[in-house]
């Protein structure tokens, strides 16, 4: 299983990014998908999640703002982040549950200056 994620960068306040997440090495298009985020000094916490079937759910503070979505074709999973906030600066993580065991991506840096 191997998830590469991209997409990361420094953005104003306000501003918008998009994360890509290309995933190998396992049945993606019957997979959950999740991105996650850790900010310095912080737990990592879950940001979004897309099931399968594309229903997605998100974390109270990034709802509205973001946008989580998935192509199977490309078995990649998307965070499209609007209205960006200082507060939303960490590193984020694409993540899957594949057969009792989680596996990460490297994680991409986003920072948002105010």
């Known amino acids: 299983v191997q998830l590469q994620a991209s997409g990361g960068g420094l953005v104003q306040a306000g501003g918008s990014l998009r994360l890509s997440c290309a995933a190998s090495?396992?049945?993606?298009?019957?997979?959950?998908m999740n991105w996650y985020r850790q900010a310095p000094g912080k737990q990592r916490e879950l940001v979004a999640t897309?099931?399968?079937?594309?229903?997605?759910d998100y974390t109270d503070s990034v709802k509205g703002r973001f946008t989580i979505s998935r192509d199977n074709a490309k078995k990649t999973v998307y965070l499209q982040m609007n209205s960006l906030k200082p507060e939303d600066t960490a590193v984020y993580y694409c993540?899957?549950?594949?057969?009792?065991?989680?596996?990460w991506g490297q994680g991409t840096q986003v920072t948002v200056s105010s």
């Open positions: 993540n899957v549950d594949y057969r009792t065991r989680l596996y």
């Open positions: 090495g396992f049945f993606f298009s019957i997979s959950t």
């Open positions: 897309i099931t399968s079937g594309g229903r997605p």
